[in-house]
């Protein structure tokens, strides 16, 4: 079996090597592209999640510490919920910003 490797793998190198001569160079730009739209998507839903989820934790500790439930966790919910929003459009934003940027250094 070892000696069928090298020619696996010269096989995998001469695959590898005209992949990459197909894609060229804006295959890899719109792959790179994409992945950051990725990533933005990501960072976008944690960020309203984290809001959310911090303004309802406050909530629930606040109302433990009282003893008024549920009246402080839907409070802080709803403001955490504003925090998560503002947050996302700070990011849209950015990133437009960059996006411009992009736009204007091609």
Known sequence: MTERQPDDLDRLDAKLKSARDRIGETGTQELASEGTSLGYGFRLSVELLAGLLVGLGMGYVIDGWLGS????MLVFMILG???????VMRVTRSMERQADANKDQR
């Open 81 to 87: 919920l504003g925090a998560g929003i503002l947050n």
């Open 69 to 72: 439930r549920p009246w402080f």
